[in-house]
């Protein structure tokens, strides 16, 4: 799953990274939490940044509602609920990275995962609008690939650069095609590291949140601090 991730590139550079020029104006968040603003990519028909909240609202029949944060890419182009979407209403999510939380005896430590050179890159989503109000978004999840199953067994579905126009654009509605991209992650180019309890708080924010916790740090954390800096 993806509970939490960050964002906090300039304009500037993202601008640069999709090929959008906009008035953007939004502002680095470093620990995005569900039901916040995010900046996401459609195609209306022209690509444009698009602020959207990251929670989608679903109503059952059984007058039952939820609000999802994830939305699994094996089960969305057959469940009811996503399947006229998922051809017509696909976004970028865009983001610098995010974090997963590994359970080791008896708590969950906090990982950021980024790609390895830094730049931005984007999560595939879905979206919707409801009476005019601000659309709403999900991130599509999929099975952990080899470097991530050891933190978690879900991650995102990382969109590949080269993929990331044919996602959003309204014409491909195929889902065999569709599937593809879900399927063709760069999730290969990512990398992984520790850092603190700090991101637990989704009202902790700034760059604290993804620095690498050090091993005199996690060497503190476990209560051996003492003996290590005494011995």
Not at 88 to 103: A, M, P, S
Request: with cysteine.
């Amino acid at each position: 799953m993806c509970g939490r991730f960050s964002l906090w590139s300039s304009v500037k550079i993202l601008e640069e990274r999709f090929g959008i020029k906009s008035n953007l104006d939004f502002k680095p968040n470093y620990n995005i939490s569900p039901g916040n603003n995010v900046l996401s990519i459609v195609s209306e028909p022209v690509k444009k940044f698009k602020i959207m909240k990251w929670s989608f609202p679903l109503k059952f029949p059984n007058g039952e509602a939820k609000e999802l944060i994830n939305i699994r890419a094996e089960t969305i182009f057959e469940k009811p609920s996503f399947q006229n979407l998922i051809k017509t209403n696909r976004c970028l999510i865009v983001t610098d990275g995010f974090y997963e939380w590994k359970k080791s005896k008896g708590r969950a430590e906090p990982f950021y995962i980024r790609l390895k050179d830094g730049r931005p890159f984007t999560f595939a989503g879905i979206w919707k609008t409801i009476d005019n109000a601000i659309p709403s978004c999900a991130i599509i999840t999929t099975e952990a690939n080899k470097k991530l199953k050891n933190v978690h067994d879900r991650m995102p579905v990382i969109v590949r650069q080269d993929y990331e126009d044919e996602w959003i654009d309204k014409k491909n509605n195929d889902a065999k095609k569709l599937k593809q991209i879900l399927t063709q992650s760069n999730s290969d180019e990512i990398e992984s590291y520790k850092v603190s309890d700090f991101v637990n708080h989704p009202e902790n924010n700034g760059p604290e949140c993804i620095k690498l916790l050090s091993n005199n740090e996690v060497i503190k954390k476990k209560g051996l601090w003492n003996f290590t800096n005494n011995h």
